[in-house]
């Protein structure tokens, strides 16, 4: 049969384990089937560092021109990792430059299986959480305040002092707190979210504190609702979907009740809690995936997990190992569907379900990696090796 063809997307190798499972599902699930046609990025972190990181800035400049990209996980730089290669330096998180660059927000979502039944036992479709990946917490000033005093929030505009408020007369040590964001970042998060809920034909779900937060949260709630009236509410309308606000306890309580399929966007404190809350509650952090989508309508697809450096130490002493590549698969054939959609390319969005349900099917099969085996108690299910798995994936595309 003659290989599908393709438009180019944008590929960034990534480190360790998942370096290795990288080239396997192109050798084994990608090539024989498709003109692969990738703009190649070595983002491993011997060529971030040889590039003094330039490699990361092209990729990410790439990712806007060709809108379609997909990346293996990457090593984020410690004092450790400084020493293990020699680095030059330690250079920033691959992702957060990506994400600057892209102006872009993350959407997480479990793969879910028949095999393993998520926690909460209502959800019978995944739940995509959207984090605004930008200020608040992440970016405060911290005081440790050392004795009685008074702390001040002082603003000074560009013609002088507009804004001063006490926040707190101290007659004791304790703390000080002050965080910030900006409406062109909340807005930026805000058509994200709408954009994607429209691409997945999804409800989009937004939630804060605001009724105690007054300015802060109210501002985020204001401006998704402004920018939902003036440009999408028409295209939900449409699209049969609706967007729905609701404050932060109330969206917990409705989560846990509800059968899944929405978007749930978070604020970032919430979003990085709740994103783990939701990953563990589904099953595993092997399966969930990850599309970081701009304003614009640019995706990177990739998965949620990191190198997986604990098996990739065994691989390199000669073991077999059980990581599961479902997550990588997945940013695979996220990335192929996405180009087919935008391309109009029918045979190369065709050939990226087939692979997510030859992938699914394998897994219902009861052949999964360790990860998956040991959250299935059904004694049927083979525990096998990466590489196995991944050949029981080709034969039932083959088939
Ligand atoms: P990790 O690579 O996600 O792995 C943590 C643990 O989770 C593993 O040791 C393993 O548990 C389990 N796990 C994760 N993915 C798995 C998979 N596909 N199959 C089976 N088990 C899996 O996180 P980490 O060890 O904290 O970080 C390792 C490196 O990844 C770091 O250098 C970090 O900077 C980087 N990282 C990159 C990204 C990214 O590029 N997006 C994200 C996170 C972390 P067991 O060992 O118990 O089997
Ligand atoms: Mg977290």
Redo the contacts with the bound molecule.
């Keep these: 049969m003659a290989k599908i063809k393709m438009n180019p997307i944008v590929e960034m190798d990534?480190?360790?384990?998942?370096r290795v499972?990288w080239q396997e599902i192109k050798d084994e699930l990608l090539s024989p089937f498709v003109e692969l046609n990738t703009e190649y990025y070595d983002l491993g972190l011997p060529n971030r560092d040889a590039t003094a990181d330039q490699v990361t800035v092209d990729a990410a400049q790439a990712a806007k021109r060709l809108h379609v990209a997909v990346?293996?996980?990457?090593?984020?730089?410690?004092a450790q990792?400084v020493e293990e290669y020699k680095l030059h330096e330690m250079w920033k998180?691959?992702?957060a430059t990506i994400r600057a660059a892209l102006d872009g927000t993350v959407f997480r979502a479990p793969i879910m299986t028949s095999r393993i039944k998520p926690v909460v036992s209502t959800w019978e479709k995944p739940i995509t959480i959207a984090r605004h990946a930008y200020g608040d917490v992440y970016k405060a000033t911290e005081y440790r305040v050392p004795g009685p005093g008074r702390a001040e929030l002082l603003f000074t505009g560009e013609n002088g002092e507009s804004f001063r408020q006490t926040v707190y007369d101290y007659e004791c040590p304790g703390v000080l707190q002050s965080m910030f964001n900006k409406d062109s970042s909340i807005e930026a998060f805000a058509r994200a979210c709408f954009a994607y809920a429209l691409s997945e034909k999804q409800n989009l779900w937004f939630s804060t504190k605001d009724t105690i937060s007054k300015q802060y949260d109210q501002t985020f709630k204001f401006i998704f609702q402004d920018i939902y009236d003036r440009e999408f509410r028409e295209e939900f309308e449409a699209a049969g979907i609706e967007y729905f606000y609701t404050l932060i306890d109330d969206a917990v309580a409705r989560v846990v009740r509800s059968k899944g399929g929405f978007i749930w966007a978070c604020k970032n404190y919430d979003g990085d809690v709740m994103s783990d809350m939701v990953s563990t509650a589904f099953g595993?952090?092997?399966m969930m995936t990850?599309v970081l989508v701009s304003p614009d309508g640019n995706f990177e697809y990739?998965?949620?997990?990191?190198?997986?450096?604990?098996?990739y130490y065994r691989y390199l002493k000669g073991e077999e190992t059980?990581?599961?590549?479902?997550?990588?698969i997945f940013a695979w054939s996220g990335a192929l569907k996405k180009r087919g959609e935008l391309d109009g390319n029918g045979p190369l969005a065709d050939f990226a379900r087939r692979l997510e349900e030859a992938v699914l099917d394998t897994i219902n099969a009861g052949v999964m990696?360790?990860?998956l085996a040991a959250l299935c108690a059904d004694p049927d299910v083979r525990k096998v090796s990466?590489a196995r798995f991944i050949r029981a994936v080709r034969e039932k595309l083959d088939s």
């Design positions: 990534g480190d360790e384990m998942t499972i990346k293996c996980a990457t090593i984020t730089p410690n990792r998180s691959p992702n595993s952090l092997a990850s990739e998965a949620a997990h990191g190198t997986v450096t604990r098996h059980s990581t599961n590549p479902v997550a990588t990696t360790g990860d990466t």
